[in-house]
């Protein structure tokens, strides 16, 4: 039997889960182990796109309203704060936008 994970312990694992997935989603052969005892600005060398930003924070709502039993305003500001801290540098950000 599988043992039973502390709320520490699966904060800890939604962090891996949702490093490894924004890479995935990103298209770049990295994961989590990759990046994890950087101290570098890691993030900011790999990219994606708004619509890829969006599909990422997609799938992290399902996922912190699955593991967390959590409403989905709650998942989403979580996704809000996970994109402040993890999320990669945005590769088409302000591209659509006219200038003044």
């Known amino acids: 039997m599988a043992k039973r994970l502390s709320y520490e312990e699966k904060k800890e694992q939604a962090v891996v889960d949702l490093i490894n997935e924004m890479f995935k ?16 600005d890691w993030f900011q060398q790999w990219t994606m796109t708004e619509a890829q930003y969006e599909e990422w924070k997609k799938w992290g709502k399902k996922y912190f309203m699955k593991k967390f039993s959590m409403y989905a305003k ?16 945005l590769s088409d950000f302000l591209k659509n936008e006219t200038t003044i």
């Open 25 to 40: 989603i990103a298209g770049h052969d990295v994961t989590y182990d990759d990046i994890k005892d950087r101290k570098d």
């Open 74 to 89: 709650r998942a989403e500001k979580e996704m809000m704060w996970a994109g402040l801290m993890w999320g990669l540098k």
